[in-house]
């Protein structure tokens, strides 16, 4: 269905049915959608593949991290867990390189306490070198580098990494960018193809070779039809280009993802500004510990961080970072000079949309429901492999693995009716400017199908007249 070159299948010889009486839009439109789920399946999904084959093992590296890095994320429970200030001088004795950039403290009473890093050197500009702490004996318990507001951990963030760009930078994202641009068009054209057909040529039990082949592709690729298009809907949201574009509606529309504000309310600065002199722990003002109890007082339960000042202007900030269900997403600016609260931002008070990415971001990730979130996930990915890879021996099993079987007929297109074609055109106008990179390759498949209706033209009528 969903992902591969279903149309061989299609193409290949059928037991003869009668002709209905009258011809719908949908009659007239079904070679094209047949003709371009096959090129998407021959072109697309290699892309798709790579993508599914990482986001399985993304989202099984979320257990992975746990077993590979329990020393370091987990402790034995004490007595009483000493300040978050001394949990810092600990880290900053041990690791006393670049600044501190954020501190989370320990969650839960096993967990160990997180200062993360900055300016280290042999850590990436945009990662952090994240020092684990155990919160009741102030022992360091190791560090390791860190990606991402979700604390991805070198295993996790390689594969990450591998998944979004392939370790290629930006020009890498393009990739991840092309397999969620079409996979919801491949899947909505699948699940059309399939239910077009008549029922019994979807059945799985009984038949044997292109036919079983067929039947499987479809029956799996329409179940799991809603998860990619969900997928495909949550990756565009933070793509290159689609991504932009989305941003740039969603702050039209008045949804943007606000932020606290982090300007401090003025005063006596000397003990910050002392503070950024001495060497970045992340003490300014009043330190770390007031910081944290104004942080509470205002309601905002663990998990939280802490962002220090990044400037004798700024305030700290606090905010929640718990990303599963429910989500705890509310912030606090504290003045480092009197430890009040000068600004305060709750996630009840965000737009709808901007409600909506953060949900569908997190269920994307993995993290909104935990473990069944990523059992889902790596169950969707397994799902789009074996897709892919019927949709290619559908093609093999034709016995012209090398062909691309007919092209779109001459005068397809004039046979659907402009009241279906004419809307049709404009909203693939639209979405292709929205999303490039379907509207790119689509008119590249628009190009190369005419051209080769053409020779295929050109070679019947030699044909005839020889």
Same mark, same amino acid.
């Given at each position: 269905?969903?992902?591969?070159?279903?149309?061989?299948? @299609?193409?290949?010889?059928?037991?003869?049915?009668?002709?209905?009486?009258?011809?719908?839009?949908?009659?007239?439109?079904?070679?094209?959608?047949?003709?371009?789920?096959?090129?998407?399946? *021959?072109?697309?999904?290699?892309?798709?593949? *790579?993508?599914?084959?990482?986001?399985?093992?993304?989202?099984?590296?979320?257990?992975?991290?746990?077993?590979?890095?329990?020393?370091?994320?987990? %402790?034995?429970?004490?007595?009483?867990?000493?300040?978050?200030?001394?949990?810092?001088?600990? !880290?900053?004795?041990?690791?006393?390189?670049?600044?501190?950039?954020?501190?989370?403290?320990?969650?839960?009473?096993?967990?160990?306490?997180?200062?993360?890093?900055?300016? *280290? @050197?042999?850590?990436?500009?945009?990662?952090?070198? $994240?020092?684990?702490?155990?919160?009741?004996?102030?022992?360091?318990?190791?560090?390791?580098?860190?990606?991402?507001?979700?604390?991805?951990?070198?295993?996790?963030? =390689?594969?990450?990494?591998?998944?979004?760009?392939?370790?290629?930078?930006?020009?890498?994202?393009?990739?991840?960018?092309?397999? !969620?641009?079409?996979?919801?068009?491949?899947?909505?054209?699948?699940?059309?193809?399939?239910?077009?057909?008549?029922?019994?040529?979807?059945?799985?039990?009984?038949?044997?070779?292109?036919?079983? /082949?067929?039947?499987?592709?479809?029956?799996?690729?329409?179940?799991?039809?809603?998860?990619?298009?969900?997928?495909?809907?949550?990756?565009?949201?933070?793509?290159?280009?689609?991504?932009?574009?989305? #941003?740039?509606?969603?702050?039209?529309?008045?949804?943007?993802?606000?932020?606290?504000?982090?300007?401090?309310?003025?005063?006596?600065?000397?003990?910050?500004?002392? $503070?950024?002199?001495?060497?970045?722990?992340?003490?300014?003002?009043?330190?770390? #510990?007031? %910081?944290?109890?104004?942080?509470?007082?205002?309601?905002?339960?663990?998990?939280? @961080?802490?962002?220090?000042?990044? #400037?004798?202007?700024?305030?700290?900030?606090?905010?929640?970072?718990?990303?599963?269900?429910?989500?705890?997403?509310?912030?606090?600016?504290?003045?480092?000079?009197?430890?009040?609260?000068?600004?305060?931002?709750?996630?009840?008070?965000?737009?709808?949309?901007?409600?909506?990415?953060?949900?569908?971001?997190?269920?994307? /990730?993995? *993290?909104?429901?935990?473990?069944?979130?990523?059992? $889902?996930?790596?169950?969707?990915?397994?799902?789009?492999?074996?897709?892919?890879?019927?949709?290619?021996?559908? =093609?093999?099993?034709?016995?012209?693995?090398?062909?691309?079987?007919?092209?779109?007929?001459?005068?397809?297109?004039?046979? %659907?009716?402009?009241?279906?074609? %004419?809307?049709?055109?404009?909203?693939?106008?639209?979405?292709?400017?929205?999303?490039?990179?379907?509207?790119?390759?689509? $008119?590249?498949?628009?190009?190369?199908?005419?051209?080769?209706?053409?020779?295929?033209?050109?070679?019947?009528?030699?044909?005839?007249?020889?």
């Amino acid at each position: 269905m969903s992902t591969a070159p279903s149309l061989t299948a @299609e193409e290949a010889p059928q037991p003869a049915a009668p002709e209905p009486k009258s011809r719908g839009p949908w009659a007239a439109l079904r070679p094209l959608v047949l003709r371009l789920h096959f090129y998407a399946g *021959v072109f697309v999904a290699p892309f798709l593949l *790579v993508a599914a084959v990482t986001g399985l093992l993304y989202a099984a590296s979320f257990q992975a991290e746990k077993l590979l890095y329990a020393h370091e994320m987990t %402790v034995p429970v004490g007595d009483a867990k000493l300040p978050i200030s001394r949990q810092v001088d600990a !880290a900053r004795k041990a690791h006393p390189e670049g600044t501190v950039s954020a501190v989370r403290p320990s969650p839960e009473d096993d967990a160990s306490t997180r200062v993360m890093l900055s300016g *280290v @050197e042999g850590v990436g500009a945009t990662h952090t070198l $994240a020092v684990f702490v155990d919160p009741y004996t102030g022992e360091v318990r190791g560090a390791l580098e860190q990606y991402g507001s979700t604390g991805a951990l070198p295993l996790r963030t =390689w594969i990450d990494e591998f998944h979004r760009d392939l370790h290629l930078g930006e020009n890498g994202r393009l990739y991840s960018e092309l397999a !969620a641009s079409w996979l919801w068009v491949i899947a909505g054209g699948g699940v059309a193809l399939w239910f077009s057909r008549r029922r019994a040529q979807r059945k799985v039990r009984g038949v044997t070779g292109r036919r079983r /082949t067929l039947g499987l592709h479809g029956a799996v690729g329409v179940w799991a039809a809603a998860g990619f298009f969900f997928l495909s809907a949550t990756g565009l949201t933070w793509s290159a280009y689609a991504g932009a574009h989305i #941003d740039e509606l969603r702050t039209s529309l008045g949804q943007a993802t606000p932020s606290v504000s982090a300007a401090a309310s003025g005063g006596d600065h000397a003990g910050h500004d002392a $503070a950024s002199r001495a060497g970045g722990d992340g003490a300014h003002g009043v330190g770390l #510990d007031k %910081v944290l109890a104004a942080a509470r007082a205002e309601g905002l339960g663990d998990p939280v @961080e802490i962002v220090p000042p990044a #400037d004798a202007s700024s305030a700290y900030v606090v905010k929640q970072v718990q990303r599963s269900w429910p989500e705890k997403q509310d912030a606090v600016a504290v003045d480092p000079a009197s430890g009040e609260v000068t600004d305060t931002l709750r996630f009840a008070d965000h737009p709808l949309l901007a409600k909506l990415t953060r949900y569908g971001i997190d269920l994307h /990730t993995g *993290v909104l429901f935990g473990l069944a979130n990523q059992i $889902a996930l790596m169950l969707l990915a397994l799902a789009l492999i074996l897709l892919i890879v019927w949709g290619y021996r559908m =093609w093999w099993q034709r016995g012209r693995g090398g062909a691309f079987g007919r092209p779109i007929p001459r005068g397809a297109w004039a046979q %659907v009716p402009p009241y279906v074609l %004419v809307p049709l055109m404009a909203a693939v106008a639209v979405v292709g400017y929205l999303v490039p990179l379907l509207g790119i390759p689509l $008119a590249g498949f628009l190009v190369v199908d005419v051209v080769l209706g053409e020779i295929a033209h050109r070679r019947d009528r030699r044909t005839s007249v020889a």
